[in-house]
C-alpha cells in the first residue's frame, strides 16, 4: 500500500500563487507516476499535472503557464507551483501516485485532498 500525505492549500487572492505538497510513503517500489488532480464544486475530478520517475511533465491545458510540478525521487514527493490563480482553480486538490508492474498493470492511489480557494 501506499500512503500520500498532502500539504498546503488554502485561501488565495486571485491573482495570488499557492504551493502544495505530496510525500508518498509505504511501499514505494514502482511507482513511476505522481501528480495532481481537482475537483471542483458539481464537477468531475480532473487532472492538473503529473510528472514521471524520469521527469517528464503533463498539464492541463486550463493550467499550462501558470503551474509547474516537479517531483524529488529519493523523497518520493511532488510538488505543485500554481501562480496567478484564478477563481476556476477553486476545488479540492487530491495527489496521485501510479505504480506501474512489468505486465504493464497499474495501481493507483489518492491522497485525502487539500481544499484550495481563490477568492478575493
Known amino acids: 500500500q501506499v500512503q500520500l500525505v498532502e500539504s498546503g492549500g488554502g485561501l488565495v487572492q486571485p491573482g495570488g500563487s499557492l504551493g502544495l505538497s505530496c510525500a508518498a510513503s509505504?511501499?514505494?517500489?514502482?511507482?513511476?507516476?505522481m501528480g495532481w488532480y481537482r475537483q471542483a464544486p458539481g464537477k468531475q475530478r480532473e487532472l492538473v499535472a503529473t510528472i514521471s520517475s524520469g521527469g517528464s511533465t503533463n498539464y492541463a491545458d486550463s493550467v499550462k503557464g501558470r503551474v509547474t510540478i516537479s517531483g524529488d525521487n529519493p523523497k518520493n514527493t511532488v510538488y505543485l507551483q500554481m501562480n496567478s490563480l484564478k477563481p476556476e482553480d477553486t476545488g479540492v486538490y487530491y495527489c496521485y501516485a501510479r505504480k506501474m508492474y512489468r505486465d504493464a498493470t497499474t495501481e493507483q492511489y489518492w491522497g485525502q485532498g487539500t481544499q484550495v480557494t481563490v477568492s478575493s
Open positions: 509505504g511501499n514505494t517500489f514502482r511507482i513511476d507516476t
